[in-house]
């Protein structure tokens, strides 16, 4: 039964990583574009993406 289990869990995760890489391979230019989804519980408004350098919600510099 354990092995039952063990092997639905491992093939489930393959086909996730493949389901990743297959994404990557088709998405033009093959990478991934940075993406932010934080809403403020407060007001509902979407969130700019930050470093939690401060409560100014500044982005960061990537250098």
């Known amino acids: 039964m354990i092995l039952k289990i063990m092997l639905i869990t491992v093939v ?6 493949a389901a990743i890489g297959i994404k990557m391979f088709l998405k033009k230019g093959g990478k991934f ?9 407060k007001t ?5 993406c930050s ?8 982005s ?3 250098e």
């Open 60 to 62: 960061c510099k990537n």
């Open 44 to 48: 509902g408004k979407r969130l700019g």
């Open 33 to 41: 574009e940075k993406q932010c989804s934080t809403v403020n519980p």
């Open 12 to 17: 489930l995760i393959a086909i996730a990583f």
């Open 51 to 58: 470093c939690g350098a401060g409560d100014g919600g500044s």
